[in-house]
């Protein structure tokens, strides 16, 4: 958490420097102050802040892929002259063993496009999923657990 802190100290600093402040000179200052904390490490391992902020980067980046695949499936099915859709209700097991990292999951999937977080059972192994066009059960519980949940673990560890 100190790290955190001393980067956006280095980032007010850039902008006090710069004259600038505005959202896009606060973020190169933080990314300049991030850059600036990951060569100072010490002995060459990555302290856990740097590390963490790469987790971050890497799973904002896969869900913006994912939602924008998802919103691709998505215009292609609405655009088909023939619908022939598989809607499905699936029960995915879950390895989160947090009430934040369920929640987390829940929202991605709804966020997603094409796909329901419907609920959770009371002892939160199992989450029942909708999915507007379910050809495969096993794939799209696949995608799930090894997409989304997966990275939410390695975020919230």
Do not use: C
């Amino acid at each position: 958490m100190t790290l955190l802190l001393l980067n956006l100290l280095l980032a007010l600093a850039w902008v006090a420097l710069t004259g600038e402040f505005t959202p896009l000179n606060l973020g190169i200052g933080f990314a300049l102050g991030f850059a600036a904390l990951w060569l100072t490490r010490r002995n060459g391992d990555r302290p856990g802040y740097v590390r963490k902020v790469g987790i971050v980067v890497s799973f904002s980046l896969f869900f913006l892929w994912e939602l924008l695949l998802a919103n691709l499936r998505m215009a292609i099915v609405l655009l088909r002259p023939h619908r022939n859709l598989q809607p499905g209700i699936v029960a995915v097991p879950l390895e989160l063993d947090s009430d934040l990292g369920v929640t987390l999951l829940a929202n991605l999937i709804t966020l997603t496009p094409g796909t329901l977080a419907l609920d959770v059972s009371s002892d939160r192994t199992v989450m029942y999923v909708h999915g507007v066009d379910v050809r495969d059960v096993d794939t799209f519980r696949y995608e799930i657990k090894h997409g989304f949940e997966r990275r939410i673990k390695e975020l919230l560890a």
